[in-house]
C-alpha cells in the first residue's frame, strides 16, 4: 500500500525531542527528579526537586527554587532522552551550551500534597486554555 500522508516520528526508549508539545508530554511521566545543571560542561548546581509545573510558554522562566522545579518546555532548544539498563527514561533539555540533565526518582512524598502538579500549554498552536491536573488517589473520593 502506498501512503502519502506524512508521518510523525516514533521513539522508542531513545530519541530528541525539539516539539515543544512532544516535549511536555515526555516531561508528564515525572515527579521527583534528580537533577544536573551544567554550563559549558562546568556543573553548576545539582539536587533532588519536585516537578510542580510543566509549560510551553514563550514569556515564562524555568525556575527551580525551594525544592519545586517549574519546568518551561520553551527555555530549551530540544530534549534528548534515553532509558538505562533498568528501564528508566533519563532526560537531557539543551540550550545554547547549558544542559539540564534529569532523572526521574520515586519520592512522590517530595511533592506537599495541597500543591498538585500543573501540566500547562501556551503556546498558539495549543488551545491555551487547557491544563491537565495530576490528582492523587485520594483526592477522587
Known sequence: MDSHRILTPCLIGTGTLANPRDMVRAMETIEA???TYTVDSELISEGRVTLVKIMAD?????ILLNGCLFLNVMSFTYLNFFTDE???ARF????DGTVL???PVEEPELRPSSR???RLM??????TQSFVTMDDDEDEE
Open 92 to 95: 537531557e533539555l539543551h540550550c
Open 33 to 35: 527528579l534528580d537533577y
Open 86 to 88: 533498568e528501564g528508566v
Open 58 to 62: 514563550a514569556e515564562s522562566a524555568t
Open 101 to 103: 540533565g534529569i532523572t
Open 116 to 118: 498538585p502538579i500543573i
Open 122 to 127: 501556551e503556546d498558539g498552536t495549543f488551545d
